[in-house]
């Protein structure tokens, strides 16, 4: 189910808006039922997804410029190998 761009499970729905336990419905029941009242139920597949997560600064500033700067993992301060181009 897709709820203000965020997608949750439909038996969860269901469980929220019955108050019965999710085991007692099965997820047939709640679409047919929602569906029902007019609203548009749709598998997760085809729902919308989330955004992305924002990029950092430095990636920003990167992809402004063109050097193609990719995100490190590593922890502030951590020391890494020298890559094999010798940087």
Do not use: N
Not at 25 to 46: M, N, Q
Not at 78 to 83: D, F, G, I, M
Request: charged share 25%.
């Amino acid at each position: 189910m897709v709820i203000s761009r965020r997608v949750y499970p439909v038996k969860q729905v269901g469980e929220v808006i019955t108050r019965q336990d999710c085991r007692d419905f099965s997820s047939a029941e709640v679409v047919r039922a929602l569906s029902k009242l007019g609203f548009t139920c749709r598998t997760a597949e085809s729902a919308v997804r989330a955004p992305a997560p924002a990029r950092t600064p430095l990636e920003t500033a990167s992809g402004l410029l063109g050097t193609g700067v990719e995100a490190r993992s590593e922890a502030p301060g951590a020391v890494s190998a020298p890559r094999a181009d010798g940087v």
